[in-house]
C-alpha cells in the first residue's frame, strides 16, 4: 500500500476537485481509504486536517461514526441490558441478528448526515473497525445508494490489511467484500 499522506494527498484533489464526476467510473460517489490499523492515530489525525481543508474552501463536511451501531438500536428502546442478556442467553440468535439492526442505524445515520448537507458535501464514514465482525459495510453501502450522489461524496476510512495473496481485509482478519468505491490504497 502507498504512504498515507500519498492517499490523503489524492483525496483532498478528488474532493476539492472531482466531486462532480466521483460516480462516473463506480456508478456512485463513494470513496474507500485503506489504511494499515496501525496507522489509526495518523489516519484520524490526517483527516482532521482535510475536513478543514475542505470547510476552508466552501465544502461542508459530516462525520458519521460507526462507534456505536451496534448498540444505538437497543439503547433507543431502552432495552440496552437486553443486549447484554442476549450474549450470554443467546449469542447465536444475536450473532445472526445484531448486523440488520447495525445496518439499518448506520443507513439513518448516513442519510440523516446528508440530510443535512443538502445537495453539496462530504460525509466521513469513520471507525469502520468497530462494525467487525458483524456487520459488512457493502450492505450499508447498497441501502445508500442513488440517495448520496454527486456532488456529495460519501468517505470510508478503512483500517485494512492485504493478504498474501493480495486480498484486502479488514483489520487483517475478515476479507472487505465487494464495495463500488473508488480505493485509495
Known amino acids: ?31 474507500r481509504l485503506v489504511y494499515r490499523p496501525e496507522e489509526e ?5 490526517q483527516r482532521e486536517t482535510l475536513a478543514r481543508v475542505l470547510v476552508d474552501r466552501g465544502i461542508p463536511v459530516e462525520t458519521v461514526s460507526c462507534r456505536g451501531a451496534f448498540f444505538a ?13 442476549l450474549a450470554e442467553t443467546n ?25 443535512t448537507l443538502g445537495s453539496d458535501g462530504v460525509i466521513f464514514m469513520v471507525d469502520t473497525a468497530f462494525t467487525y465482525p458483524y456487520l459488512s459495510l457493502a450492505g450499508v453501502l447498497h441501502d445508500v445508494t442513488n440517495q448520496i450522489v454527486p456532488p456529495m461524496a ?32
Open 73 to 85: 438500536h437497543y439503547e433507543r428502546l431502552g432495552r440496552l441490558d437486553r443486549l447484554f442478556e
Open 154 to 185: 460519501l468517505v470510508l476510512f478503512y483500517p485494512g490489511e492485504l493478504s498474501v495473496d493480495g486480498e484486502l481485509l479488514l483489520l487483517g482478519r475478515r476479507p472487505s467484500g465487494v464495495y463500488r468505491t473508488i480505493d485509495l490504497m
Open 91 to 115: 449469542p447465536d440468535w444475536l450473532e445472526r441478528n445484531i448486523g440488520q439492526h447495525a445496518r439499518k442505524e448506520m443507513v439513518s445515520q448516513l442519510l440523516a448526515a446528508a440530510a
Open 41 to 45: 492515530q495518523a489516519c484520524c489525525h
Open 1 to 31: 500500500m502507498r504512504p498515507l499522506p500519498d492517499k490523503f494527498e489524492e483525496l483532498e484533489k478528488l474532493l476539492l476537485h472531482s466531486r462532480d464526476t466521483l460516480a462516473q467510473n463506480a456508478g456512485v460517489p463513494f470513496i
